[in-house]
């Protein structure tokens, strides 16, 4: 049979990159990780994961002979395929910054091969135009090598993983976008995808392949599009969020349950079930910025976008809804003990990129709570990034309810739906309150147990 294998090399061994470059490893590509944090590469090298990703050490085990971390880019100049993961955080004004991309992408340049066509995936969340501006980099770079004798075509080739299931995301996607005119470098890329969009490797027992599962579809277009697919798909799971949200104050005042609500309209197949969850709202990395640089880029052609402009600002309130209900609940917050169960912004991965714990935790602080913080797997990042907020750090659930007045729970970590919640009342002084940030507690068990049950529009 015919070895369909590339060569290919992933610049930015974070979320992204990392769960691309092994997961395209496991398929059969020989790939190089690259990344400038000597750190990340000297732990990878060792077969240790820098992020909390399930499955992630077990591919790096499983295609370890096909897998090598480096800091140098000398690996592109023989590269099939040269895929750039790097960041893209927001600036101070919304808008993306490309300063990652953009170094990346010149060094990229600095090591291109001769001959053969490579291709250059911008696989980075990128504003529209950011395949042209990429282009331009490599080619001023390559007329200062003393001419053009490289071969490349820029795609771009959005991410749609979720974290704490971006190796199941990855192997079993939806769909897979791929934009750019040249006809060769779109096909180079069908090939690197095609065991995924034939399913024809081995499913790795970390990550088995769900039953019936049904092809993923290949969308070819123009790059412009494909740059715009990202951040519309963004920003309609962000509106959907806010949607619900939005409807579950409403129900709050009428006396409505949202999770009736969203049940009875989820089940209409234009709508779907999904991302119908009311609560504290959405966080993470993308969110935010991403809907920011949309926001963004409407605002350099002039053109307004208020139902975004919705999105953001009901999600904003949804946090300082805990602050409230506290403040309805326990009527003088000052001086008060409280527990916040969950610090990653969701379950399963420890990321705490604009986290919701972070914000509640800053303002009860300001307001003069003690507050004491549990969660499975993140507490040694929020230690690192968060130093200046003096929270105390519990090893059990229980030993958080320890003396609070009110618990917070703030990310729906497994664990957290078997709450032992007789215990936790026991521990508990006062009104023994329980805010459900993310409603997936039965109010009456709750209740039963001796707390005062508050959620989300129910
Ligand atoms: N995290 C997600 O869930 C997700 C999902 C879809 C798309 N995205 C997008 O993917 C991109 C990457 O996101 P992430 O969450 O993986 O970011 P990350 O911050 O976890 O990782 C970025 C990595 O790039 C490295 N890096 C920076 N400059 C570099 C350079 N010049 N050369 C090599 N490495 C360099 C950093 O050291 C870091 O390890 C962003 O544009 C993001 O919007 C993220």
Known sequence: MEDRSLKICVAGTGYVGLTTGVCLAAIGHKVTCIDIDAKKVEMLRQGKSPIYEPGIEDLLRLA???????ESFADCRSADVIVLAVGTPSTATGKADLSYIEAAAATVAENLGEGKLQVVVNKSTVPIGTAQRVKLIINQVLAGRGGPKSRFAIVSNPEFLREGVAVHDTLYPDRIVVGGDDVEAVNILRVMYTPILEQTFTAPNCCPRPEGFPLPALVTTDGTSAEMIKYAANAFLATKISFINEISGLCEKVGADVAEVARGIGLDKRIGPRFLQAGLGWGGSCFRKDTAALRSIGNEYGYAMPILEGTVSINGRQRMRVIEKLQESLKVVRGRTVGILGLAFKPNTDDLRDAPSVDITQALLEMGC????????????FREHYAGLAVEYCATPLTLAENCDAVVLVTE?????????????????????????RNILKPSQVQTAGLKYIGFGR
């Open 64 to 70: 370890a002979d096909r897998l090598t971390f480096t």
């Open 413 to 437: 970590w497994d664990e957290f739906f078997r709450l032992p919640l007789g215990e936790i009342a026991s521990r508990m002084n006062g009104e023994k309150v329980l805010v459900d940030g």
């Open 370 to 381: 003690r507050v004491k913080v549990y969660d499975p797997v993140a507490m040694d990042n």
